[in-house]
């Protein structure tokens, strides 16, 4: 693909997303209410999207599924999270497990 046709191809996009979020912003304003259903939901997005970011880093090394030391300290940060519920806990015990599971193996 040539460099003008990669310049396109991103105004393209870029034009579809301003016309795709100034419709959202538009079509908020008039809406009073947002449906229970779609409270209900929009509630499940955020988990949904870390779920997709952080899972594959977890599990994939060198486009290979493996258990190796990032599977690990997730699974243990994931505990940690869950028992706590403390972010800096989490991130704190994870990167200690992680240090600790690489300097081992």
Known sequence: MS???????????????LVLRGAMIVLWGRLSAIPPTVERGLRFIPPAVLAALVLPALLVSDGVFTVGPRLVAGTVAIVVAWRTRNVLATIGVGMVVLWIVQALT
Not at 3 to 17: E, K, L, M, R
């Open 3 to 17: 460099g003008s046709a990669a310049w396109a191809v991103f105004a393209i996009i870029g034009a579809g997303t």
